[in-house]
């Protein structure tokens, strides 16, 4: 009974417990919320795993993203070096057909007016050259020599130079040698500083590829040129070892740094050319004088050559000063002044005459005066008062054009050419005939009465002109050397100055339209033409 009792009350217990723990049936969780709920166990593990492998992915991705990124730079900024040093070399390529078809055109179209262009051309050109990104004539192709000539006892490295008028003030004689040119003449150059004439004075004809200027010989004077060509010897004494002192310069004038006192440069030549002042009386030829001499006092130690303009067709009475007595006047004081300088080698003198003076009385007064003031040469010619006929015949100007060429000032371009050539021979035959003295004279009235008695033998070249005498001056005189100035723009052109008589080819309004590039190409033409003439 006892044991029964037992057994009941634990039964109960267990039925309490039981209804106790039990929910009623709507409370309990069904199958799918059980499985639900696995499921968003699940999932939150899954979420959790997931953002870990996605973190991790996406580190892992972003190591060859970065290491793409870097590459794309790397190769990037090799092009961009590789595109800029390209750039480099071929923009600072005289060869660079750029410079003609490109900056010519471009620089005309931006300054209409040519004296700002012939500015901000000279301006632009030095900020380069300080830069070293000036043009520059590369890979020495005057080194195979086949255009190499002498000239004053030098061996030059070409015969082809820059006029005067191109770097009036010497403020780019650097960068123009770097051009290619053997023979660089900066000014002119007066005692004084004058403004020349007023503006506008300098005039395009693009279809002539000429220009008409009336400058009147601007200058800075000469005390301003002489402190720019000292400092350019500073500079380079520095530069090459000899120190910053008055020493040092001296050192390079002298000679001691093998080079030129003048250019700098090996088989090279500086000309320095000099004028008057235009309020200086041209009547009083010893005030004209001490103008020039003035300007040989100052420059002739920084020049290889001494230029003497007495041709400029702005200057009114200048070209007056060609005629023989006043000329020799003029040379005998330059050519003193010169021997007078405190170097070890004295500059060389150079006339420059007008392709106007040309009848054989005025030839024969320069030629005469040469002679007899110990002149060392001629420059034929400068730009002239008259104007050409156009090129190619027949052609008729723009309207704009056919204005220009009533503007007064000297003319220059392609159409001076063949005049250049035919003064160089007449200048050459009158020169190599040496200086005109008393015997020779005689000989001269004796043939000329003989060429009068016998009308017959006119046809018969008289014996003075024959090539045998007058291929050199009497013995004792060194041959007068001629550089030739005019309307050259090609390499056959230089040629036939050079074949003419003329030691070298000047170039200045070809450049101005041909671009920087011209003196390379010129020199190129020369190579190719004498090549096929097998010379």
Known sequence: MAASSASLAFRSRIHTSSRTLALPRGHRPSL?????GLRSLINKRDASTGETLNEASKQAS??????????RKTVLGTSLLFTLLAGYVYFTDTRASIHRYGVVPIVRLIFPDAED???EGVKGLKRLYDLGL?????????ADGVLATEVFGYTLANPIGISGGLDKHAEIPDPLFELGAAVVEVGGTTPLPQEGNPRPRVFRLPSQSAMINRYGLNSKGADHMA?????RVREFAYASGFGLHDIAEKQV???????????????KLLAVQIAKNKVTPDSDIEAVKRDYVYCVDRLAKYADILVVNVSSPNTPGLRDLQASAPLTAILKGVVGAAKSVERKTKPFVMVKVSPDEDSDEQIIGVCDAVWRSGVDGVIVGNTTNRRPDPLPKGVTLPPKEQEVLKETGGYSGPQLFDRTVALVARYREKLDEGPVTEARQSAKEVTAGAQAAEPDQENIPPTSSSPSETSLPEPGFSRKVIFASGGITNGKQALSVLDAGASVAMMYTGITYGGVGTVTRVKQEMREEKKQLGK
């Open 32 to 36: 799918l919320q059980r499985q639900g």
């Open 62 to 71: 972003e190591v060859p993203k970065k290491a793409g990124t870097g590459l």
């Open 117 to 119: 262009a012939h500015h």
């Open 134 to 142: 000036n043009p520059r004539e590369r890979g020495n192709p005057d």
């Open 227 to 231: 402190a720019v060509l000292k400092q």
């Open 253 to 267: 004038l002298d000679g001691e740094a093998g080079v030129p006192p003048g250019s700098l440069v090996p088989g």
